[in-house]
């Protein structure tokens, strides 16, 4: 059977790894592939490697080496550097590169979302509010100098952190549900939300809380990813195919 590069990070990633038969190839195991900034899991019959390849000419050379007959990315929709990577590699090696690319979430009646490119846009929107909950992973540790004083910063994200006096860090992995966001919400009153613009249902309960609250939510666009030979937005038909190449 063609050997599997999967390159994971998120749990759509995972749910594919477990899927993926245990019997492997002649070549060696399918291999999963994380940056390794997250948990590790120890339970996959699969390959498990962590750490970046040393760029699209580093996964090249890896793709070639461990005999890869398939880049399969399923990372996370902001993760835009390793699919460029993994598109550049992939061609080079004369790989198929599939990937999952999980559909954008799309604002529905009643919410009011206000987009930007980038963390000066969120920074200039947030300007008139006070109380923002920030969800877009670790970045906004970097800027915890620069709060302004009118707003009390909340921070959710992976990073046991111990913030400062302006800004609080929850240290928690989705998903998340409806009531849990609710108590949240109630507990700090936040008055804006920002995000990525993940897709999926793992994180969207905030989404439906602030929409029922009237909170606005400033949103981070997406980054432009590289076209791939195949892409799914479920990863079941991604499994689907994959059950299928020889
Ligand atoms: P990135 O900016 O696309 O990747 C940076 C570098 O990390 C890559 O060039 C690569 O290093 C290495 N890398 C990333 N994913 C890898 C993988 N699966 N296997 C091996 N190496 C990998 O992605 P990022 O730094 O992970 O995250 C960018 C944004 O996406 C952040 O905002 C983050 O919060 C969000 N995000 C990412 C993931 C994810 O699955 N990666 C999950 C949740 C959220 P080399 O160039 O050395 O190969």
Redesign the pocket.
């Known amino acids: 059977m063609t050997r599997i590069l999967l390159?994971?990070?998120?749990g759509d990633?995972l749910r594919i790894a477990r899927a993926l038969p245990s019997t492997g190839t002649s070549d060696g195991p399918h291999v999963y592939?994380?940056?390794?900034?997250?948990k590790v899991p120890d339970d996959l019959a699969s390959a498990v490697?962590?750490?970046?390849?040393?760029?699209?000419a580093?996964?090249t050379r890896y793709l070639l080496d461990e005999r890869i007959g398939l880049v399969v990315d399923?990372?996370?929709?902001?993760?835009?550097?390793?699919?460029?990577?993994a598109a550049t590699a992939s061609r080079s090696a004369n790989l198929p590169y599939w990937a999952l690319r999980r559909a954008a979430w799309q604002p529905r009646a009643g919410d009011d979302w206000r987009w930007c490119d980038d963390w000066y846009g969120i920074v200039s929107l947030l300007e008139p509010f006070a109380r923002p909950l920030f969800t877009?992973?670790?970045?906004p540790l970097a800027h915890l100098d620069a709060i302004p004083a009118h707003q009390q910063w909340t921070i959710r994200c992976l990073d046991a952190h111990p913030g400062n006096a302006r800004a609080r860090v929850l240290d928690a992995r989705g998903p998340f549900s409806h009531e849990g966001e609710r108590t949240l919400f109630d507990r700090h009153a936040f008055d804006v939300v920002i995000s990525?613009n993940?897709g999926g249902s793992a994180t969207s309960a905030k989404l439906d809380v602030a929409r029922e609250r009237s909170v606005p939510v400033i949103i981070l666009r997406r980054p432009t990813l590289p076209a791939a030979d195949r892409e799914f937005d479920d990863p079941a038909d991604l499994l689907h195919a994959l059950r299928t190449i020889p």
């Open positions: 390159l994971g990070g998120t990633a592939s994380l940056a390794g900034l997250g490697r962590t750490g970046g390849f040393g760029g699209a580093g996964l399923a990372t996370h929709p902001y993760a835009a550097q390793i699919s460029a990577n877009l992973g670790r970045e990525k993940s």
